[in-house]
């Protein structure tokens, strides 16, 4: 299977670069979808309860807020590689995370339930990508208005994942 160093630069928009580069270069998608999503609920299933609602500083997501938007955003990120997958040629739009945010009422809802929501998520997002042929993963679309490729976004999916796992230990 495909490492991410094999990637090419024009397989994705540079805004994205920064959660590629965040997996580890020399490993396989597949061990990257795994080992994010087992760093991630290593993390929180062993987070004490009073650190759950906690944000870092005023106007900053809680833990709970910030696994919420991680949930979703893959949800969106597994869609664009079903299109890319699927060699869709419609351009894909780019999402507000921030809005999303703002709709999701993570009060109400059980930390966790939405540990086992990420775990039922990533599960999904890798029989996704294990479906996927060597021609699905490298075909490239138009995400955001940028150039982006099926196996890219399993990249920025785990990427994405590291990323808030290095504000959860920095921060929280």
Not at 24 to 39: G, N
Not at 91 to 115: C, G
Not at 151 to 172: N, Q
Request: hydrophobic share 35%.
């Amino acid at each position: 299977m495909i490492k991410r160093n094999s990637l090419s630069p024009t397989e994705y928009g540079t805004f994205y670069s920064n959660y590629i580069e965040l997996v580890p270069a020399d490993i396989t998608l597949r061990t990257a979808l795994d080992d994010s999503a087992a760093v991630l609920t290593e993390y929180l299933t062993n987070l004490p309860e009073e650190k759950v609602n906690h944000a870092y500083a005023s106007g900053k997501w809680t833990v709970k807020e910030a696994l919420q938007h991680i949930i979703d955003t893959e949800r969106i990120f597994a869609y664009r590689a079903l299109c890319l997958g699927r060699h869709d040629e419609t351009p894909l739009p780019s999402f507000e995370h921030k809005q999303y945010a703002v709709w999701a009422d993570v009060t109400r809802r059980e930390f966790e339930r939405m540990i086992e929501e990420f775990r039922t998520v990533r599960k999904s997002t890798i029989s996704l990508f294990n479906g996927f042929s060597e021609s699905d993963l490298q075909f490239t679309g138009s995400v955001g208005g940028g150039p982006m490729s099926c196996r890219a976004m399993g990249f920025i999916i785990s990427g994405h994942t590291y990323h808030h796992m290095e504000i959860f230990r920095d921060r929280y």
